[in-house]
Protein backbone atom coordinates (compact mmCIF):
# COMPACT_ATOMS: atom_id res chain seq x y z
CA UNK A 1 0.00 0.00 0.00
CA UNK A 2 2.01 3.34 -1.25
CA UNK A 3 1.74 6.18 0.74
CA UNK A 4 -0.14 9.38 0.44
CA UNK A 5 1.56 12.43 -0.41
CA UNK A 6 2.77 15.20 1.93
CA UNK A 7 0.34 17.62 -0.39
CA UNK A 8 -2.62 15.75 1.17
CA UNK A 9 -1.83 16.05 4.67
CA UNK A 10 -0.29 19.38 4.59
CA UNK A 11 -3.80 21.06 5.07
CA UNK A 12 -5.08 19.08 7.44
CA UNK A 13 -1.80 19.58 9.36
CA UNK A 14 -2.71 23.21 9.07
CA UNK A 15 -6.02 23.07 10.16
CA UNK A 16 -5.13 21.10 13.53
CA UNK A 17 -2.15 23.07 14.63
CA UNK A 18 -4.03 25.89 14.40
CA UNK A 19 -6.99 24.51 16.23
CA UNK A 20 -4.15 23.23 18.69
CA UNK A 21 -2.51 26.64 18.69
CA UNK A 22 -6.00 28.63 19.33
CA UNK A 23 -7.27 26.44 22.59
CA UNK A 24 -3.60 27.14 23.92
CA UNK A 25 -4.52 31.07 23.64
CA UNK A 26 -8.18 30.62 25.27
CA UNK A 27 -7.15 27.84 27.75
CA UNK A 28 -5.46 30.29 30.16
CA UNK A 29 -8.35 32.47 30.34
CA UNK A 30 -10.00 29.51 31.56
CA UNK A 31 -8.33 29.18 34.41
CA UNK A 32 -7.40 32.77 35.62
CA UNK A 33 -10.22 34.05 38.32
CA UNK A 34 -12.31 37.33 37.02
CA UNK A 35 -9.92 40.28 37.90
CA UNK A 36 -12.12 42.64 39.94
CA UNK A 37 -11.50 46.07 39.61
CA UNK A 38 -10.03 48.32 43.29
CA UNK A 39 -9.77 51.64 44.61
CA UNK A 40 -6.98 52.05 47.24
CA UNK A 41 -6.91 48.19 47.74
CA UNK A 42 -10.35 47.35 47.87
CA UNK A 43 -12.19 45.85 45.34
CA UNK A 44 -15.08 47.68 44.01
CA UNK A 45 -17.77 44.61 44.00
CA UNK A 46 -20.67 44.10 46.43
CA UNK A 47 -19.15 42.34 49.07
CA UNK A 48 -15.78 44.23 48.55
CA UNK A 49 -15.35 46.42 51.81
CA UNK A 50 -16.81 43.30 53.86
CA UNK A 51 -13.86 41.57 52.39
CA UNK A 52 -11.34 44.72 53.19
CA UNK A 53 -13.02 44.98 56.97
CA UNK A 54 -12.38 40.95 57.40
CA UNK A 55 -8.57 41.17 56.03
CA UNK A 56 -8.07 44.30 58.40
CA UNK A 57 -9.55 42.42 61.53
CA UNK A 58 -7.38 39.31 60.67
CA UNK A 59 -4.45 41.62 60.12
CA UNK A 60 -4.81 43.51 63.60
CA UNK A 61 -5.25 39.74 65.12
CA UNK A 62 -1.81 38.53 63.48
CA UNK A 63 -0.29 42.05 64.82
CA UNK A 64 -1.30 41.14 68.58
CA UNK A 65 -3.84 44.07 68.77
CA UNK A 66 -6.76 42.10 69.66
CA UNK A 67 -8.83 45.65 70.72
CA UNK A 68 -8.68 46.80 67.31
CA UNK A 69 -9.81 43.76 65.37
CA UNK A 70 -12.29 43.22 68.06
CA UNK A 71 -13.35 47.26 67.41
CA UNK A 72 -13.57 46.61 63.92
CA UNK A 73 -15.35 43.54 64.26
CA UNK A 74 -18.32 45.08 65.81
CA UNK A 75 -18.17 47.83 62.73
CA UNK A 76 -18.01 44.70 60.58
CA UNK A 77 -21.65 43.54 62.00
CA UNK A 78 -22.87 46.75 62.08
CA UNK A 79 -22.09 47.32 58.76
CA UNK A 80 -23.64 44.01 57.70
CA UNK A 81 -26.64 44.68 59.18
CA UNK A 82 -27.49 48.03 58.37
CA UNK A 83 -26.73 47.32 54.32
CA UNK A 84 -27.10 43.47 53.77
CA UNK A 85 -30.17 43.10 55.99
CA UNK A 86 -31.86 46.02 56.71
CA UNK A 87 -30.98 47.65 53.13
CA UNK A 88 -33.84 47.54 51.54
CA UNK A 89 -34.88 45.57 48.11
CA UNK A 90 -31.50 45.00 46.33
CA UNK A 91 -29.77 43.65 49.85
CA UNK A 92 -28.95 40.50 49.96
CA UNK A 93 -31.13 39.08 52.89
CA UNK A 94 -34.01 40.13 50.30
CA UNK A 95 -32.32 39.25 46.98
CA UNK A 96 -30.77 35.32 48.28
CA UNK A 97 -31.95 34.77 51.60
CA UNK A 98 -29.92 31.34 51.70
CA UNK A 99 -26.99 33.01 50.89
CA UNK A 100 -27.27 35.81 53.64
CA UNK A 101 -27.86 33.57 56.05
CA UNK A 102 -24.47 31.36 54.30
CA UNK A 103 -22.59 34.81 55.10
CA UNK A 104 -23.82 35.67 57.91
CA UNK A 105 -23.15 32.44 59.63
CA UNK A 106 -19.51 32.51 58.62
CA UNK A 107 -18.90 36.10 59.42
CA UNK A 108 -20.39 35.47 63.27
CA UNK A 109 -17.65 32.17 63.15
CA UNK A 110 -15.36 34.63 62.15
CA UNK A 111 -15.64 37.42 64.11
CA UNK A 112 -16.85 36.03 67.88
CA UNK A 113 -13.70 34.25 68.82
CA UNK A 114 -12.34 38.38 68.25
CA UNK A 115 -15.30 39.77 70.19
CA UNK A 116 -15.48 37.87 73.12
CA UNK A 117 -11.71 37.00 74.08
CA UNK A 118 -11.69 39.55 77.01
CA UNK A 119 -8.08 40.46 76.28
CA UNK A 120 -7.19 36.71 75.59
CA UNK A 121 -6.11 35.99 71.89
CA UNK A 122 -8.23 33.19 70.38
CA UNK A 123 -7.29 30.12 68.67
CA UNK A 124 -5.22 31.23 66.09
CA UNK A 125 -5.80 28.02 63.93
CA UNK A 126 -9.72 28.22 64.23
CA UNK A 127 -9.93 32.02 63.97
CA UNK A 128 -7.70 31.56 60.37
CA UNK A 129 -9.96 28.42 59.50
CA UNK A 130 -13.41 30.84 59.70
CA UNK A 131 -11.44 33.73 58.11
CA UNK A 132 -10.95 31.53 55.23
CA UNK A 133 -14.21 30.24 55.01
CA UNK A 134 -16.04 33.81 55.18
CA UNK A 135 -13.73 34.83 52.57
CA UNK A 136 -15.08 32.03 50.06
CA UNK A 137 -18.16 32.85 51.07
CA UNK A 138 -18.13 36.34 49.99
CA UNK A 139 -16.86 35.55 46.87
CA UNK A 140 -20.37 33.53 46.64
CA UNK A 141 -22.19 36.57 46.53
CA UNK A 142 -19.73 39.15 44.36
Known amino acids: MPFPSNKKFRPLLILILAFLAACSAVAPGLA ?11 DMSKMGAY ?3 AQHIYSDLQKGDLAGAAEMAEVLERLWDKAEDYGGD ?3 SK ?18 PITEAKGKP ?13 LEKLKLAD
Not at 32 to 41: D, H, I, R, S, Y
Not at 122 to 134: E, G, R, S
Open 32 to 42: QEKKVAQKNGV
Open 122 to 134: PDAAKVKAAFNLY
Open 51 to 53: RAL
Open 90 to 92: TAL
Open 95 to 112: TNRKLFDEIDKAMDQFIT
